[in-house]
């Protein structure tokens, strides 16, 4: 991936089937936090975020914003979606969320921490 931008979506519901492949899913642009909404807080949102989870967007760019432009110059760039945890770039995510007052980590309901335990060794043919 060469380049990250921030996107504002637009989303269905209902795709046939075959559309669905143009697509890209939700599920993890919601449960990771990424996708928020500007006008509304983590909890109040999380009704609105699960109808999401199910649905698929499509993100034409018509503003090169990562280039400085200061309006839509060229040919609009078909974008893809991050799918899962590693592609973002963490600053470009920071940077958002510092902007625009938001929490990804709070809005993808936190973290799993896995902690560990001394346990008895058993042989497997004990």
């Given at each position: 991936?060469?380049?990250?931008?921030?996107?504002?979506?637009?989303?269905?519901?209902?795709?046939?089937?075959?559309?669905q492949?143009?697509?890209?899913?939700?599920?993890?642009?919601?449960?990771?936090?990424?996708?928020y909404?500007?006008?509304?807080?983590?909890?109040?949102?999380?009704?609105?975020?699960?109808?999401?989870?199910?649905?698929?967007?499509?993100?034409?760019?018509?503003?090169?914003?990562?280039?400085?432009?200061?309006?839509?110059?060229?040919?609009?760039?078909l974008?893809?979606?991050?799918?899962?945890?590693?592609?973002?770039?963490?600053?470009?995510?920071?940077?958002?969320?510092?902007?625009?007052?938001?929490?990804h980590?709070?809005?993808?309901?936190?973290?799993?921490?896995?902690?560990?335990a001394?346990?008895?060794?058993?042989?497997h043919?004990?």
């Open positions: 991936m060469s380049r990250q931008v921030e996107a504002h979506h637009y989303c269905s519901h209902q795709l046939p089937k075959e559309e492949k143009y697509w890209h899913s939700h599920i993890y642009e919601v449960q990771s936090g990424m996708l909404n500007p006008d509304g807080d983590a909890k109040s949102d999380l009704p609105h975020m699960e109808g999401l989870v199910n649905s698929y967007g499509k993100t034409w760019h018509t503003w090169q914003v990562d280039k400085g432009d200061k309006f839509p110059l060229g040919p609009p760039q974008m893809m979606s991050f799918v899962e945890d590693g592609q973002v770039d963490d600053l470009l995510v920071k940077d958002r969320d510092a902007r625009c007052g938001a929490d980590w709070k809005a993808g309901q936190g973290a799993w921490q896995s902690t560990m001394q346990m008895e060794f058993r042989p043919n004990a």
